[in-house]
């Protein structure tokens, strides 16, 4: 597609989960919206896949190595090499990568050096070493407020940080035109053929993560045995997951484990669900603040999440629940059960939807003042 204003664009992502292809998609989109022509470029994909197998396989070997890439010594180093050897393979398939008036990077170890001008996207609210260890960028874009208070000072002020507030992809924006309340909800549980007078918790995890969730099915239902309310898996790349709970639970109208899923039809189950159950965070959190979603984090990814775990606490949509798989299922029953005892209301609920929806807007300004 041509640009409209003359401007090209050319996102540079990788798996690491999903999260950082989910931001380069979103960011993909809205350039187009705005005017711009833009490409995506994923590098790493080997190194990225080995990473994310050791989170899923090993969570405290990989928290003990994002903690040690944490530091800026080590960071630099790794950084350097890899941006090196990506972007030269970029630029052999990329002829025209001199071409793109930027090159906006959605992951932490790739920083461009030989494009027109740098941005690099910081998607976590505590920002990574990575993010900000040399080759260094022109400029930083930050999803989170919270970053600039987190960030030591002197870093703050030597490089050119921008607060963005995150994008999210298309369909999330427009299932949040149509939610201005809860009870909008019944009509997108009516489109997907659910009951519009049942209870509905959507169950996530970022990528594969999905099966952190399978010890926690069987206290599910016996804690919500008597209750007019079902579970539904969005089970993603876990086909294995997907396959195998669908055979136990067959005919048990209690549970739904759906394949993959398009953003289109994610977007719809968010917005049909009364809540979200979440083993890990990141961006699913976004969507699903489009969506007017209460947040019940039963897992996170040690390291990389607790601040948005914090994040979504302090503004009052999330509730992290502690202790054993049983404490946690039924902490969460008298939470959606006891509207008294649970801080998460429509008001604030409605406040963040409001604050997400305004990110786009931030995003199109940094980016038409400086690309």
Not at 16 to 28: F, T, V, Y
Not at 327 to 334: A, D, G, L, N, Y
Request: hydrophobic share 40%.
């Amino acid at each position: 597609m041509e640009s409209k204003n003359g401007k090209k664009v050319l996102i540079v992502t990788a798996l690491g989960g999903s999260g950082h292809i989910s931001a380069a998609k979103a960011l993909k989109y809205w350039l187009t919206e705005w005017g711009y022509e833009s490409v995506i470029a994923s590098v790493g994909s080997s190194t990225s896949d080995e990473l994310y197998g050791l989170s899923l396989k090993s969570p405290r070997t990989y928290k003990s190595i994002y903690a040690l890439s944490d530091r800026s010594s080590v960071s630099s180093v790794i950084v350097k090499g890899f941006s090196r050897l990506e972007e030269a393979k970029i630029m052999e398939v990329l002829t025209e990568y001199h071409d793109f008036d930027a090159v906006i990077s959605t992951y932490p170890f790739f920083h461009p050096t030989k494009a027109k001008k740098s941005i690099i996207t910081c998607l976590d609210p505590v920002v990574h070493s990575s993010w900000l260890a040399k080759p260094f960028a022109d400029h930083y874009f930050m999803y989170w407020d919270e970053s600039t208070e987190i960030l030591p000072q002197e870093i703050v002020k030597r490089r050119d940080i921008v607060l963005t507030g995150p994008l999210v992809r298309a369909s999330f924006y427009d299932v949040a035109k149509k939610l201005h309340s809860a009870g909008d909800k019944k009509e997108f549980k009516i489109q997907l053929g659910l009951d519009p007078d049942k209870r509905y918790c959507l169950v996530t995890a970022g990528g594969a993560w999905i099966g952190k969730s399978k010890k926690y099915i069987k206290h599910f239902e016996t804690a919500f045995r008597n209750e007019n309310m079902s579970f539904i898996f969005m089970c993603g790349k876990n086909k294995k997951f997907q396959e195998q709970m669908s055979r136990a639970y067959s005919g048990n109208s209690k549970f739904v484990f759906l394949p993959w899923k398009e953003e289109k039809e994610v977007a719809q189950y968010m917005a049909a669900s009364d809540y979200i159950a979440m083993f890990t965070i990141a961006q699913i959190s976004l969507e699903a603040g489009l969506a007017l979603l209460p947040v019940y984090i039963f897992g996170y990814i040690d390291g990389q999440e607790h601040y948005h775990k914090k994040i979504l606490t302090d503004r009052g949509v999330g509730v992290y629940l502690d202790g054993t798989i049983e404490e946690k299922v039924w902490e969460f029953k008298e939470l959606v059960n006891n509207k008294k005892q649970n801080n998460i209301t429509e008001e604030k609920l409605i406040a963040w939807q409001q604050h997400l929806l305004d990110s786009n807007r931030r995003y199109k300004e940094a980016i038409d003042r400086l690309v």
